[in-house]
């Protein structure tokens, strides 16, 4: 018979129950601290170039002119062009070889100095077929004319424009143009009987800049013209590569 100096201690089972508890709880927490710290610390920061645009210069009073279309054999290979805008600069590569009389008269323009403080003047967003920055006039009202057209070259297949492809503009009632040029900032393809643009470059560097100018919008909300946020480029400069 055991007496009260016998007495067994308490069981220890509560004891290792409370401890497991204890530990699943500290767990727990740790894990929601976890989730709140994620939910709020948001996405990671995109490293894309911030955009930032000051105001447009004046467009030129009497830009040049140079009356006749410079000799195609003088545009075989590729180019360098760098296009220093207000909002950033864009850096184009030309295809000589594919649309050799049009990067001729790209380099001879910039030469001298066509496009000098000359504004991009259209933008097509929206419900527009199109998705494109259209630049090069220096009137800034569509009249620029450096005195000559071109012919229609390198056509693309299936007459699609893929975002970052460098264009020249075409209205529908001229076979070509030589002094305004298009960025492309959203794919799109030219329903039949459309007129379709010679593809003579790319964007290689500073997309960022025209997909800025396309978020932005058109003046007025209207999906074909001037874009919302001005953009003009300032100098123009090419090397063969």
Request: proline residues 10%; hydrophobic residues 35%; aromatic residues 4%.
């Amino acid at each position: 018979m055991s007496g009260a100096g016998d007495a067994q201690p308490p069981s220890a089972v509560p004891s290792v129950r409370t401890a497991l508890l204890l530990v699943i709880a500290v767990v727990l927490s740790a894990v929601g601290l976890i989730v709140v710290a994620t939910r709020t610390s948001g996405p990671v920061p995109s490293t894309a170039p911030q955009v930032t645009c000051r105001a447009p210069p004046p467009p030129p009073t009497a830009p040049p002119s140079l009356r006749s279309a410079p000799d195609p054999s003088a545009a075989g290979g590729r180019w360098r062009a760098t296009l220093t805008t207000t909002c950033g600069v864009i850096t184009l590569e030309l295809d000589g070889r594919s649309a050799p009389a049009t990067v001729a008269s790209f380099v001879a323009l910039t030469r001298a100095g066509y496009w000098t403080d000359s504004v991009c003047h259209r933008l097509t967003t929206r419900q527009a077929p199109t998705g494109l920055l259209q630049c090069g006039d220096p009137t800034g009202r569509g009249l620029g004319d450096p005195g000559y057209d071109l012919p229609l070259e390198n056509r693309p297949a299936g007459d699609r424009y893929v975002r970052g492809t460098v264009g020249m503009a075409r209205g529908d009632d001229v076979t070509g143009t030589a002094g305004e040029f298009f960025m492309v900032h959203r794919d799109f393809t030219v329903a039949g009987g459309r007129p379709v643009y010679t593809v003579f470059g790319r964007v290689v560097q500073g997309q960022e800049v025209v997909d800025h100018i396309a978020a932005g919008g058109g003046e007025d909300t209207r999906p074909d013209g001037p874009p919302f946020i001005s953009i003009s480029i300032l100098a123009v400069t090419v090397d063969r590569v």
